[in-house]
């Protein structure tokens, strides 16, 4: 790995860890999510400690109204109106499990396209905060996590995929995400190689 990590300039995107991707009685459930918990929570817990700040996404179907969405999954738009996953509504929360591991003063980016840089405050904030290296777990991996990745990417961050820290719909989606991601927008790496490379650039 020839990648570097500057620990003073990075943060921790936490996409969509929530209720009705992670719950196995979820709409939209991502089968081996519940097995993420832990291992985001551990990462979760060593970003505090070395002062990286960390970032939480929940996305919601209120505005795939106007996009092909509802024809790709009609299932998801029952016929009485509204969708299985909107705002504010128990799918829609962080699941239970790791709402213990957020800090008041964690960045919340309620989004509502698989990309969490289209139209919200992310890329703002984490300018403001003069971040460069972005960590990116959670679910799905070929969906919103690689879409954010994506958005990153032309926004002129370097995103590292945690690829033990995400997870998708089958192996083959996972891999094969993976290997998009390292050819054209980012690096794919475990949490175990990331915290080397963070500690790494904390001894530099």
């Given at each position: 790995?020839s990648?570097?990590?500057d620990?003073?300039r990075?943060?921790?995107?936490?996409?969509?860890m929530?209720n009705?991707f992670?719950?196995?009685?979820g709409p939209i459930?991502?089968?081996n999510?519940?097995?993420?918990?832990?291992?985001?929570?551990?990462?979760?817990?060593f970003?505090?400690?070395?002062?990286?700040?960390?970032v939480w996404?929940?996305?919601?179907?209120?505005?795939?109204?106007?996009?092909?969405?509802?024809e790709?999954?009609?299932g998801?738009?029952?016929s009485g109106?509204?969708?299985?996953l909107?705002k504010?509504?128990?799918?829609?929360?962080?699941?239970?499990?790791?709402?213990?591991?957020?800090?008041e003063?964690?960045?919340?980016?309620?989004k509502?396209?698989?990309?969490?840089?289209?139209?919200?405050?992310?890329?703002?904030?984490?300018r403001?905060?003069?971040?460069r290296?972005?960590l990116?777990?959670?679910?799905?991996?070929?969906?919103?996590?690689?879409?954010t990745i994506r958005?990153?990417f032309?926004?002129?961050?370097r995103?590292?995929l945690?690829?033990?820290?995400?997870a998708?719909?089958?192996?083959?989606?996972?891999?094969?995400?993976?290997?998009?991601?390292?050819l054209?927008?980012g690096?794919?790496?475990t949490?175990d190689?990331?915290?080397?490379l963070i500690?790494?650039g904390?001894?530099?």
């Amino acid at each position: 790995m020839s990648a570097s990590i500057d620990p003073r300039r990075t943060a921790l995107i936490v996409v969509d860890m929530q209720n009705g991707f992670v719950l196995p009685s979820g709409p939209i459930s991502v089968p081996n999510a519940e097995s993420l918990i832990p291992k985001i929570s551990r990462m979760v817990d060593f970003c505090r400690t070395v002062e990286i700040p960390v970032v939480w996404t929940r996305v919601n179907l209120d505005g795939f109204g106007d996009t092909a969405y509802p024809e790709l999954w009609p299932g998801h738009f029952p016929s009485g109106g509204g969708n299985v996953l909107s705002k504010g509504a128990y799918w829609h929360q962080i699941v239970g499990n790791l709402v213990s591991n957020t800090r008041e003063g964690d960045l919340m980016i309620d989004k509502d396209r698989y990309d969490a840089f289209f139209q919200t405050n992310l890329e703002l904030r984490l300018r403001q905060a003069k971040v460069r290296d972005l960590l990116v777990c959670g679910v799905s991996t070929n969906v919103c996590v690689e879409g954010t990745i994506r958005g990153a990417f032309d926004r002129g961050f370097r995103p590292f995929l945690l690829s033990d820290c995400t997870a998708t719909f089958s192996n083959e989606l996972q891999e094969l995400a993976q290997t998009v991601i390292s050819l054209v927008c980012g690096f794919v790496v475990t949490s175990d190689e990331a915290v080397d490379l963070i500690e790494a650039g904390i001894k530099r």
